[in-house]
């Protein structure tokens, strides 16, 4: 038990403030995850309120030494990848929204109007090359550099082989430099 992370010591401590811990750690990478796969940023609070409503679910009926050993990055982000995957799959399956009914992003009051441009332009030039991709490589990529995790636990939140973790991240940013040259 001496070598458990914080989060994990108060999860096990008490389920409740240990869950605040937990959201409080990693509630950044799960959405910047969500975002860049989304692609919307609706999209990705949703994909985050359900990552974390599953993963409290789940914790409630681990036992003690299951919480001790869960890797709860790595764990969070396979939950955000399955229902990014569900999300997806259901999608495919309707007819596309009217644009017009679309909601508009939400502004961050607190931001400059010339960072929230160069902002806006950024992420949305990086979302739509990201969207190019097929979904694996896109996976692979953000995992890779946005959530920032290491070859080993992107394997393990994709369920793939690391060679083949290695080989989606190379081509797909091979195709994401190929497709923003010809921009």
Same mark, same amino acid.
């Given at each position: 038990?001496?070598?458990?992370?914080?989060?994990?010591?108060?999860?096990?401590?008490?389920?409740?403030?240990?869950?605040?811990?937990?959201?409080?750690?990693?509630?950044?990478?799960?959405?910047?995850?969500?975002?860049?796969?989304?692609?919307?940023?609706?999209?990705?609070?949703?994909?985050?309120? &359900? $990552?974390?409503?599953?993963?409290?679910?789940? @914790? +409630?009926?681990?036992?003690? #030494?299951?919480? =001790? !050993?869960?890797?709860? %990055?790595?764990?969070?982000?396979?939950?955000?990848?399955?229902?990014?995957?569900?999300?997806?799959?259901?999608?495919?399956?309707?007819?596309?929204?009217?644009?017009?009914?679309?909601?508009?992003?939400?502004?961050?009051?607190?931001?400059?109007?010339?960072?929230?441009?160069?902002?806006? &332009? $950024?992420?949305?030039?990086?979302?739509?090359? @990201? +969207?190019?991709?097929?979904? #694996?490589?896109? =996976? !692979?990529?953000?995992? %890779?550099?946005?959530?920032?995790?290491?070859?080993?636990?992107?394997?393990?939140?994709?369920?793939?082989?690391?060679?083949?973790?290695?080989?989606?991240?190379?081509?797909?940013?091979?195709?994401?430099?190929?497709?923003?040259?010809?921009?």
């Amino acid at each position: 038990m001496e070598c458990l992370d914080p989060v994990q010591k108060a999860l096990l401590d008490d389920l409740d403030a240990g869950f605040a811990e937990l959201y409080g750690a990693h509630r950044d990478v799960v959405f910047s995850t969500a975002l860049r796969l989304s692609g919307r940023w609706a999209d990705a609070e949703d994909l985050t309120a &359900e $990552t974390f409503l599953r993963a409290y679910r789940a @914790l +409630a009926g681990y036992d003690r #030494e299951r919480v =001790a !050993a869960l890797r709860t %990055r790595p764990w969070l982000l396979t939950i955000l990848m399955n229902i990014w995957r569900n999300c997806a799959r259901a999608k495919s399956r309707k007819p596309p929204p009217d644009l017009r009914e679309e909601p508009v992003d939400v502004v961050d009051a607190r931001e400059g109007v010339e960072d929230a441009a160069v902002r806006r &332009e $950024t992420g949305e030039e990086l979302a739509g090359l @990201l +969207a190019l991709l097929p979904d #694996e490589q896109r =996976a !692979a990529v953000v995992l %890779r550099h946005v959530a920032d995790l290491p070859v080993s636990e992107i394997a393990t939140v994709l369920r793939i082989p690391q060679g083949t973790v290695k080989s989606h991240v190379s081509r797909g940013l091979k195709r994401l430099r190929a497709l923003g040259g010809a921009r």
